[in-house]
């Protein structure tokens, strides 16, 4: 993991007191509301329904064990007990107050943590792929570019007041963890004819009211040009992108309307007259940084006892079946801590959960976790032998919940039970899905099936690249639940399509189970939910819904 | 107010957004250092001369006008618009080597990135000056003084500094 040095240390600090001088300057009178909003976003200080909003920077979803119980720490304290994991492997905190906030990110400096962009229209935090250093087909470990990218982009002067917020995310693997297709700009680390290791860059991705798939801005990126590179894309974005409508001032409106090739014409030339020298970091830099995320010294294992807990334990069994990944080390797995429990909020976990997911991470995880997008834990190196110890551990705080990638693995943003901006409710309605399909044979059965929930047209609840997607608006004060099938986040990232009128909150579980049941009479022999999809088109799926 | 890194400055330069009442521009009566908008440059021959840019001019169409140009300011209709901090650091990066003025209702929390991106003094409304005197402008320059990025302000990037393993003075 990447360790602060004596520079980020005083960065962070630094920063951490420029932020109380602004609350101060604010109490004040000396900066208006209107001039303190984008510097407290800045500091991932929202204003929701019912109070401030705190989000957390975990950078590419990674942390330890200290930095997890500094989390419960602060939820403890400064919150109601529990914190939220997002859809960009960050936290947030629902309830802290406006005076605990430099407080807050005081204790977090403290664990080489912080708040920097986790909001606002400047570089948000760069995520990754969270089998970053596990999966065996990996290329590179992408947390190496993707650290370059968070020192590069923190306070970086001319994008800081950008647009629109803007996103970069960051895969090694051919199999797209990371949805770097729906990012602003999508980074692919490859290997050329020559076999030398780049990048493949991708821009114009994004979800929101007008979601849009990246396109390929560059197939081969040497790696020593990533930062010149990245300067000159975000330049022509902050120069030529649009300000005039907030709702299209997204990289991906520029790139829509100037057109790929346009775009990347105008990068090419910038990044041609750019000084790359004084941009790029240096060489022994980027080795200093690859350093910290040198694979730790796992010997193979024998997987011990493992089949005879299997035999011995049908639900650790399952859960093993379920939500574990191979690691490229044998004997060793990447193990999910599911934050979905059936009737569970998504992605929530108490002060008592976060500890107890950080022992587990120090006594047989090598110290480290990441976050997920799908808003879940994964402990990236288990021993097969351990596996039950650490499944008995998680029983004890109720997180051992074998669904991921299931149906009751629900993707859902917080919705209007927090967020300011929600037409909708999102957590109920993943509630009441994940109670209707409780079962777990029954979700084995069905097999991997992403739902995806929003509580407004923003999508931070990533509905356009649900499996099955639910969009929850306001019409004439009635929610009203829009779904759409089809939608793919990885390397064969699509956007759903919309069955038709929308449904009622009490509707919403009834017309999942009839699009399950509609798959499950369709589908031929392992066929996942998606591929039959993509088979049979919407047509049935119409049919079921609507047909009277 | 003008104020520069060593805080409120006289300014000698007019401003004149107002054609001529009578003739073209080349017409205008010009005394001392002026500042014209940018779209009548190439009609007016006098020195020192300097030009306003709203912030939706592209920057090459400045170069050529660099050598009859001692000043060049560019407008921030708001301080949330950040165009301004791109067309600083194009133009320094095409070669102007003149001064560089921003123009608008900044805030004192930009300074810092403001010179970084090349430019060397800000202009503020008599409303945001009164809220923000100079020494709240000096004071932010203080406050984050290490950077990820090498600026044009003569510091090392975080990233040379570990190399060169400089020790940091006591903060």
Redesign the interface.
Known sequence: MYRY????H??V???V??FR??VD?RLK????EE?FK??RLMNGLYLQLHAYMLRVAIPYGTLSGRQMRMLAHIAETYDRGYGHFTTRQNIQYNWPKLKDVADILDDLASVEMHAIQTSG?CIRNTTSDPYAGVAPEEIEDPRITAEVIR??S??????????RKFKIAVTGSEHDRAAIKVHDIGIQIRRNAAGETGYRILAGGGQGRTPMIGQELRAFLPKADLLPYLEAAL?IY??HGR?DNKFKARIKILVHELGIEEYGRQVEEEFA???RA??A??S??VA?IAAYFAPPDLAPRDPGSLARAKAAHPGFAAWVEQNTYPHRVPGHVAATVSLKPVGGAPGDATADQMRAIADLAERYSRDEMRVTHEQNIVLPHVAEADLFAVYRGLQGAGIDAPNLGLITDIIACPGLDYCGLATARSIPVAQAISTRFADPARQREIGPLAIKISGCINACGHHHVGNIGILGLDKAGVESYQITLGGDATETAALGERTGRGFGFEEVPEVVEKIVDTYLAAREPRETFLQTYRRVGMEPFKEALYAA | MLLDRTGEIADPWRLITDPPAEGGIADLVLEGPCLLPFAWIGAVKHAPLGAHLPNDTEPAAVGPHFPALDLISIDFPSFADGRGFSIAARLRDLGFRGLLRAHGPLIADQFAYLLECGFDQVWLPPMVAERQPAEMWLAQLGSVTLGYQRGREGRASILEQRLGKKPLACA
Do not use: K, Y
């Open positions: 040095d004596e520079f980020d005083r960065f600090r630094e920063r007191g420029q001088d602004q300057r009178g000396e900066l208006t001039e984008p510097l229209n020192q590069w923190s306070l970086h002067p001319e994008f800081t007041f950008l647009g330049r902050n120069l300000r007259r750019l000084d004084a941009i970091a240096p022994a830099e200093r």
